[in-house]
């Protein structure tokens, strides 16, 4: 197991089963020969999380919906759910198509890699916009998707479509979900929302002469499925861990990965070897690249003793619960030793850190003292539960502490085994509770060996996640100059 677990739990049988349900019962709602439904896979998992939370342990539901659609691995889900739609052209002809659309986030990429081709930026949400902060290459258009957006042209389709929708709920009042008085309203409204986007990147797609799409997952289904519907390739590059539920079904033409253990999961989750592409991050590669400040002036910023080991703790969206149970261990692990914790929160980590933070040798550092590089290049060890900054540890030299806390159930972060993926790839030291971590981190303070260990891990954990050799922005824009050429 890496990423995530190969056989489905009672979580996710009825994640996907129901949602195979929903593909099938509701396929002939459709616009252009586009099937809607997949499109609403992610608004559906949402919906259907009190069914989900309410049945899982229920092994009488969960068995028989698994041996209705023979669901019982992860890859069982990728065979059933990520059927393509039949394109209306054939990819390899689309020569005039030479435009690759992609988010803001990979604008870093794009102005070193592709400068002689031509780039959109697609712009949906804030995020989007606080990317684009700074002078943008005259190679790149900014496309806002809103202003792409024309609510009265769907309008007679539309309620077409909510015609058939009102006599596909009525014939399928038998089913457990389907027959609940709310999912009608919902189904109604998403198929709005759903149709406007359709038709928005069908706009986009033609006027752009859009030859590429790349993105790091594929949960924005419309693009997704109206790509290949046009034979367009669709280019999925990771950047930091994903798991199943931000991109299974795969149906991405070029699945790009960072090394041997990406490529052996997207493997086994049924991707044919000739659409997986091992290019490495391009986001790591480049930040790795970018100047951190010296030991000294470090320790001098953040007023940290010369005698004292420096640990990072890197936290998670686990929740509040979970970050100070792990706040508690390390106060009780590092008592007495000479070591300064710096705590770096997850961006969507909620947790109050200021009482703690207020206490040596707790250390919580502002952005503009100190980057995160800055912190792991300067740390001598870091400590986390499946933060992707173990990789960018390992870049560094330095070594884990695999912090495996007793984990509540989370509908959409802890319903697999994906947050034990350090442990599974022997990234580090694991430990499981407070008194392992003292233990731990006297042995990491008094012997010499203990920390060459530690490092021996990290880099054998590098070697395996992470290709190390050449550079990852020159394997992604071959993929990229390929699909274009070839199409999907």
């Given at each position: 197991?890496?990423y995530?677990?190969?056989?489905?739990?009672?979580?996710?049988?009825?994640?996907?089963?129901?949602?195979?349900?929903?593909?099938?019962?509701?396929?002939?709602?459709?616009?252009d020969?586009?099937?809607?439904?997949?499109?609403?896979?992610?608004?559906?998992?949402?919906?259907?999380?009190?069914?989900?939370d309410k049945?899982?342990?229920?092994?009488?539901?969960?068995?028989?919906?698994?041996?209705?659609?023979?669901?019982?691995?992860?890859?069982?889900?990728?065979?059933?759910?990520?059927?393509?739609?039949?394109?209306?052209?054939?990819?390899?002809?689309?020569?005039?198509?030479?435009?690759?659309?992609?988010?803001?986030?990979?604008?870093?990429?794009?102005?070193?890699?592709?400068?002689?081709?031509?780039v959109?930026?697609?712009?949906?949400?804030?995020?989007?916009?606080?990317?684009?902060?700074?002078?943008?290459?005259?190679?790149?258009?900014?496309?806002?998707?809103?202003?792409?957006?024309?609510?009265?042209?769907?309008?007679?389709?539309?309620?077409?479509?909510?015609?058939?929708?009102?006599?596909l709920v009525?014939?399928?009042?038998?089913?457990?979900?389907?027959?609940?008085?709310?999912?009608?309203?919902?189904?109604?409204?998403?198929?709005?929302?759903?149709?406007?986007?359709?038709?928005?990147?069908?706009?986009?797609?033609h006027?752009?002469s859009?030859?590429?799409?790349?993105?790091?997952?594929?949960?924005?289904?419309?693009?997704?499925?109206?790509?290949?519907?046009?034979?367009i390739?669709?280019?999925?590059?990771?950047?930091?861990?994903?798991?199943?539920?931000?991109?299974?079904?795969?149906?991405?033409?070029?699945?790009?990965?960072w090394?041997?253990?990406?490529?052996?999961?997207?493997?086994?989750?049924?991707?044919?070897?000739?659409?997986?592409?091992?290019?490495?991050?391009?986001?790591?590669?480049?930040?790795?690249?970018?100047?951190?400040i010296?030991?000294?002036?470090?320790?001098?910023r953040?007023?940290?003793?010369?005698?004292?080991?420096?640990?990072?703790?890197?936290?998670?969206?686990?929740?509040?619960?979970?970050?100070?149970?792990?706040?508690?261990?390390?106060?009780?692990?590092?008592?007495?030793?000479?070591?300064?914790?710096?705590?770096?929160?997850?961006?969507?980590?909620?947790?109050?850190?200021?009482?703690?933070?207020?206490?040596?040798?707790f250390?919580?550092?502002?952005?503009?003292?100190?980057?995160?590089?800055?912190?792991?290049?300067?740390m001598?060890?870091?400590?986390?539960?499946?933060?992707?900054?173990?990789?960018?540890?390992?870049?560094?030299?330095?070594?884990?502490?695999?912090?495996?806390?007793?984990?509540?159930?989370?509908?959409?972060?802890?319903?697999?085994?994906?947050?034990s993926?350090?442990?599974?790839?022997?990234?580090?030291?694991?430990?499981?509770?407070?008194?392992?971590?003292?233990?731990?981190?006297?042995?990491?303070?008094?012997?010499?060996?203990?920390?060459?260990?530690m490092?021996?891990?990290?880099?054998?954990?590098?070697?395996?996640?992470m290709?190390?050799?050449?550079?990852s922005?020159?394997?992604?824009?071959?993929?990229?100059?390929?699909?274009?050429?070839?199409?999907?």
């Amino acid at each position: 197991m890496m990423y995530g677990q190969e056989t489905l739990n009672g979580h996710n049988v009825l994640r996907y089963g129901w949602t195979l349900d929903f593909f099938h019962h509701f396929r002939s709602l459709t616009a252009d020969g586009l099937s809607l439904p997949p499109m609403m896979q992610r608004e559906f998992h949402q919906w259907i999380r009190p069914y989900v939370d309410k049945y899982k342990n229920d092994p009488e539901v969960t068995a028989k919906l698994a041996e209705s659609h023979r669901f019982y691995t992860v890859r069982d889900v990728q065979r059933e759910l990520g059927r393509l739609p039949q394109p209306l052209v054939d990819g390899s002809n689309n020569s005039d198509r030479r435009s690759i659309l992609t988010s803001p986030s990979f604008l870093p990429f794009i102005e070193e890699y592709l400068k002689d081709q031509s780039v959109i930026l697609i712009v949906n949400g804030v995020r989007d916009a606080e990317k684009l902060s700074h002078q943008i290459p005259d190679h790149c258009q900014i496309c806002h998707l809103t202003d792409w957006m024309q609510p009265d042209s769907i309008k007679k389709k539309l309620l077409a479509i909510w015609k058939i929708t009102e006599d596909l709920v009525a014939e399928n009042q038998h089913h457990l979900l389907f027959r609940d008085p709310s999912f009608h309203h919902w189904l109604r409204s998403r198929i709005r929302h759903k149709l406007l986007l359709l038709y928005t990147y069908q706009r986009i797609i033609h006027h752009y002469s859009i030859g590429a799409v790349l993105d790091q997952t594929e949960t924005m289904y419309p693009i997704t499925l109206t790509a290949a519907h046009y034979g367009i390739p669709f280019i999925l590059a990771p950047q930091v861990f994903v798991s199943d539920r931000s991109i299974l079904p795969i149906r991405a033409s070029h699945v790009c990965v960072w090394g041997p253990n990406y490529e052996k999961w997207f493997r086994r989750r049924g991707i044919p070897a000739h659409r997986i592409h091992t290019v490495g991050n391009v986001s790591f590669e480049r930040k790795r690249l970018e100047p951190v400040i010296s030991q000294a002036e470090f320790r001098k910023r953040l007023g940290i003793s010369p005698e004292h080991r420096i640990l990072v703790f890197a936290s998670q969206f686990y929740g509040e619960t979970v970050n100070q149970t792990l706040t508690r261990w390390i106060a009780y692990a590092m008592e007495g030793l000479p070591i300064t914790c710096i705590l770096l929160p997850h961006p969507s980590d909620e947790t109050d850190y200021s009482e703690i933070s207020r206490h040596p040798p707790f250390i919580l550092p502002s952005r503009s003292v100190t980057s995160l590089y800055d912190c792991l290049a300067n740390m001598d060890a870091l400590m986390t539960i499946s933060s992707n900054t173990a990789v960018e540890a390992a870049m560094f030299g330095k070594g884990v502490f695999i912090l495996q806390p007793p984990l509540p159930y989370l509908y959409e972060h802890t319903n697999n085994d994906s947050s034990s993926l350090l442990v599974q790839s022997n990234a580090g030291i694991t430990i499981r509770n407070q008194e392992e971590l003292r233990r731990s981190l006297r042995h990491f303070i008094e012997k010499p060996n203990y920390r060459t260990h530690m490092k021996h891990l990290a880099k054998s954990f590098l070697s395996q996640t992470m290709i190390a050799d050449g550079s990852s922005g020159i394997r992604l824009r071959k993929v990229i100059l390929k699909a274009l050429q070839e199409g999907r």
